[in-house]
């Protein structure tokens, strides 16, 4: 039996079989700062953060788990959809539904959300058979509206405008009513469903979505079936959207249909652009700088109401919030389309090549 050495980065790409490309980690050092940043995330930061920061880590957690679905649909199949928002909102329904009125413990209806999610996603994936680029997106931005007005109309169900409560939360006896508590249940399902998504991208499937964003006709000719390939990543993506939006509903104990609406796809996009197409990080980097954005503009909101000259002026930037996201879509396309993953890239490259790096 041979002993394991440790590996460390050299400089050029000295890869000598298709494992070793397929591994996630390079060296050692890497899995290192993996157990040690799992560590911080969980064993440190809830018990130094207060509650206000507790919530905007809990909403980065839920929709850091969205926007990497939504990164396989767009970065990786190449399939453009504008209606995540309204895959989230089946969710946080389905989840919301199974627990208050068919009594199913929480945990057990956190994947059952998104299995219900997947199958309507799929039905939506459907028209893909036939359409590609904007036919296929307008296809989606309908399914948007019919959920949409679904959760409005169908009162017996969803409840109308009123929408349901969610109070059923525990988990074997224990009661998920905190910030710090259903601070662990997001992270460690972000934690769980981020390693999934990465071993998915390594597997045949991953292969053969990024062959069908590349060129679909050509996949087809090396014998890929791109319609079943295609349903998959539909499939996949909107159980990731479900099971967000199942902790949405949990988290917030209260769900109506106002916050599923099409400016929720469109901050879906926002995050997987910004962050990165093609990345899982970077779906991870965009989410958080759109939540913290989105933060930063209420506050300087709320700031400019209360104080007295600028009190018209307040009210009049505050729906402006859909121009700054989309201005910042727009200077990313432009000055950095690879968004911050490859940001990160550059600087993690620096580190590695240093004293030589300039």
């Known amino acids: 039996m041979t002993k394991r050495k440790l590996h460390f980065s050299l400089c050029g790409n000295l890869k000598e079989s298709y494992e070793e490309e397929l591994t996630i980690f390079e060296t050692d050092f890497g899995r290192l700062w993996l157990c040690i940043g799992i560590v911080i995330l969980l064993g440190v930061i809830p018990f130094i953060c207060s509650s206000y920061w507790l919530y905007i880590l809990n909403t980065i957690g839920i929709y850091a788990i969205a926007a990497i679905g939504l990164n396989l649909l767009i970065g990786y199949t190449g399939l453009i959809s504008l209606g995540h928002g309204a895959f989230f909102g089946v969710g946080a329904y389905a989840a919301a539904i199974l627990t208050t009125r068919a009594g199913i413990p929480f945990l057990a209806a956190l994947p059952l959300a998104g299995v219900i999610t997947a199958g309507v996603g799929m039905i939506f994936g459907i028209p893909s058979i036939r359409l590609k680029h904007l036919y296929l997106t307008i296809a989606t931005l309908a399914g948007q509206f019919i959920i949409e007005y679904v959760l409005v109309q169908w009162e017996g169900l969803t409840g109308g405008a009123e929408g349901i409560p969610v109070s059923n939360t525990s988990v074997f006896g224990i009661g998920f009513n905190s910030d710090r508590s259903f601070y662990y249940l997001i992270f460690c399902s972000f934690i769980f469903l981020t390693w999934v998504m990465v071993n998915v991208l390594r597997t045949r499937f991953g292969r053969a ?9 050509a996949a087809e000719g ?32 209260a769900i109506t249909p106002e916050p599923f609406n099409m400016f929720l796809s469109i901050e879906f996009i926002a995050m997987i652009i910004i962050g990165g197409l093609g990345s899982v990080s970077g ?19 709320e700031f400019l109401m209360n104080v007295g000259p600028t009190t018209g002026f307040a009210v009049t930037i505050a729906p402006l919030r859909e121009f700054v996201f989309g201005l910042s879509i727009v200077l990313f396309i432009i000055f950095e389309p690879k968004g911050l993953a490859e940001i990160w890239r550059i600087v993690r490259s620096s580190f590695r090549l240093w004293p030589f790096s300039y």
């Open 222 to 253: 090396m014998g890929i079936p791109i319609f079943k390939y295609k349903l998959l990543s539909f499939g996949i993506s909107s159980f990731y959207a479900g099971y967000a939006g199942a902790l949405f509903a949990g988290y917030m104990m």
């Open 283 to 301: 779906a991870v980097f965009g989410t958080v700088f759109i939540v913290s954005l989105s933060e930063v503009l209420s506050i300087v909101t």
């Open 209 to 217: 979505f990024i062959a069908v964003r590349d060129n679909d006709r």
